[in-house]
């Protein structure tokens, strides 16, 4: 696959590359997970480089390669929409063409350092302040970005409760038992009523928003992997999987931190407990129904391991 894919990068001359030849092209696949699934994803580096020139995603399937032109279009609609400032923080695509037999989404790579080592205390001396610093930020950027793309608000439905359920289910029920899906299904319904009639902004929905998707370059940040990307999303979404992501930090006040960053984007009217545990279970689905299809049995446990352990979400209490 590796040579495959930098045989067509020379011949095809896809931007970025300066017409370097194969013997100074480095092609590294990514380790994660989803990545040795029904997708690959390979960075490409032109000589000795340390920040990618381009990433390319490879269909391995053909649900995959759905997903892939899917992600295609949904991308170039978010970029329309976005102010000049706003799309130097997106990886600017830059073909969806074919490797052999397989579809190829190419774009461009973005330099800088995950915030997740930041975040999780990997990238140097952990402090509050920098970490704090690093919530503002993307909070800063989130904000924008649905600014940038808002559609309006309406109110939350049972209609539209069951839409996003069957979505979901659809996929969960592939990788669990029937008994332990069907029990799953009902206790989750039950999350989500409180939610019903509450007033939901729409706007561009990222999906997988986490420190380990927000790069840190100097004062600038940039968002990647929008394989999850939805044009018409749930305001509620992006901040809940963020502050959810960054539970785990070895930082004390890390509640706090995420709290804060969640109330800046939640209404004044999602305050009360049941409707932030509806939040929260809503995040969880929306991830099960757009995450990559290697990555639905971690999603769908993590499901279920909300709905058997509270604790799990006590961090929503403050």
């Known amino acids: 696959m590796i040579a495959e894919l930098v045989q067509y990068l020379c011949d095809s001359g896809v931007g ?19 990545s040795f699934g029904s997708r690959a994803k390979f960075f490409v580096f032109c000589g000795s480089e340390f920040h990618p020139r381009l990433v390319c995603h490879v269909s391995r399937s053909e649900e995959e390669e759905q997903a892939l032109r ?13 102010p000049a400032a706003l799309r130097e923080t997106v990886p600017p695509l830059m073909t969806l063409a074919r490797l052999g037999e397989a579809p190829v989404l190419i774009e461009q790579g973005m330099p800088g350092s995950s915030m997740a080592r930041l975040v999780f205390g990997h990238g140097g001396v952990l402090t509050v ?4 610093r690093a919530f503002e930020r993307a909070a800063d950027w989130l904000q924008a970005f649905q600014d940038a793309t808002a559609q309006g608000g309406r109110s939350w439905s049972r209609d539209e409760e069951e839409e996003l359920l069957a979505r979901a289910f659809a996929r969960i029920a592939r990788v669990l038992p029937r008994p332990t899906w069907r029990h799953l299904l009902h206790g989750t319904r039950e999350k989500l009523v409180p939610l019903r009639g509450l007033e939901v902004g729409r706007t561009a929905q990222h999906g997988d928003f986490w420190p380990g998707n927000v790069l840190v370059h100097g004062r600038m940040l940039r968002v990647v992997d929008w394989e999850s990307a939805r044009f018409e999303g749930v305001a509620l979404v992006d901040p809940m999987l963020f502050a959810r992501a960054v ?4 930082l004390p006040g890390v509640r706090r931190l995420s ?6 984007h939640l209404p004044a009217d999602a305050q009360d407990a049941a409707v932030l545990e509806g939040i929260y279970f809503l995040a969880l689905l929306v991830r099960c129904e ?7 049995p971690r999603e769908a446990q993590a499901l279920v391991t909300a709905l058997s352990s509270p604790q799990t979400y006590g961090w929503l209490y403050g």
């Open 247 to 250: 539970q785990g930090a070895p």
């Open 290 to 296: 757009l995450a990559p299809a290697a990555a639905i």
């Open 129 to 132: 302040t920098r970490v704090k």
């Open 16 to 34: 970025l590359l300066d017409g370097a030849g194969a013997a100074r092209i480095r092609v590294l696949q990514s380790t994660a997970g989803a």
């Open 259 to 264: 709290r804060r960053f969640l109330d800046r």
């Open 70 to 82: 899917r992600e295609w279009l949904i991308r170039q609609q978010i970029r329309e929409r976005l």
